[in-house]
């Protein structure tokens, strides 16, 4: 088996390869797809943006260049269509500080997930990847707001703030909407480690940032397939769901007692 690449090497492999600049979740997409890694953590794109934003940051030599929020180029490569020596009518802003992070409002979030890919107790483990091949994060004691489904339509918005997203889904299970809802869809506040756990909500949220991400929020949410917008880099912190291990053990042991009993 081929020794994983570090990240930089990684990065620096698929930048070189690539045509155009990348989004840094392109550059996580193709790292995986190449297998130039195995090692991924829970959070692969964060980790791609972390390492290639501290680079431009600190590192006056840094082999990369920004060229829009999140989409990055090697140094040494000329970027289409830019003009490094025209004057701006408008303030250059350093975008580094807020890259180096995860989305700083909604930090995760999962659309239609499948109420039948979880084994329901009172404390469900909610598990999703960033990408296929990356650590599963349990999302059960996640805070923030969900939306639960009847096929596409939207039959109920709730918020977890006192309870956890996971028993507040629990507890729909067997409340008035029990009967109702089939898929569910999340987004979340806490901040997601590389370890696959759960961090502190912040205390303080920059008002500035709150629009775009109730915008973003809004565009999931209810204009999924007609705006591609997807604001501000959301779809970088999006998690598939993965089904709960017991449920194929649940399976697995009603087949083998099928087919002892027709023995």
């Not at 869809?185 to 806490?190: E, P």
């Not at 915008?215 to 880099?233: C, H, S, T, V």
């Not at 999006?238 to 053990?249: G, L, N, S, T, V």
């Amino acid at each position: 088996m081929a020794k994983d690449l570090t990240w930089r090497e990684a990065i620096d492999k698929v930048l070189g390869a690539a045509g155009t600049p990348l989004h840094y979740k392109e550059i996580t997409d193709k790292i995986i797809a190449s297998r130039l890694r195995s090692n991924l953590g829970a959070t692969p794109a964060a980790t791609v943006n972390a390492q290639i934003s501290t680079s431009i940051k600190h590192d006056d030599a840094s082999p990369y260049v920004r060229v829009d929020k999140g989409t990055f180029t090697l140094a040494q490569r000329p970027v289409m269509g830019t003009s490094p020596d025209k004057e701006k009518l408008t303030p250059t802003t350093d975008a580094s500080d807020e890259d180096e992070e995860q989305y700083e409002i909604v930090s995760s979030f999962g659309m239609f997930w499948r109420r039948e890919a979880i084994q329901w107790v009172a404390t469900p483990q909610l598990l999703g990847m960033q990408q296929l091949g990356a650590i599963p994060v349990d999302f059960n004691k996640q805070l923030g707001i969900y939306l639960l489904y009847d096929g596409r339509e939207v039959i109920y918005i709730g918020r977890t703030t006192d309870r956890p997203l996971g028993r507040r889904l629990f507890e729909h299970t067997s409340d008035r909407m029990g009967a109702r809802w089939d898929r569910f869809s999340w987004f979340g506040l806490r901040p997601v480690k590389d370890t696959g756990l759960l961090g502190e909500m912040p205390a303080t949220y920059d008002a500035a940032k709150m629009i775009p991400a109730l915008e973003a929020i809004l565009i999931e949410a209810f204009e999924p397939r007609q705006n591609r917008k997807r604001g501000d880099d959301l779809s970088a912190v999006e998690y598939i769901q993965k089904e709960d291990p017991e449920i194929q053990k649940r399976k697995s042991k009603a087949f083998v007692q099928a087919v002892m009993e027709k023995m």
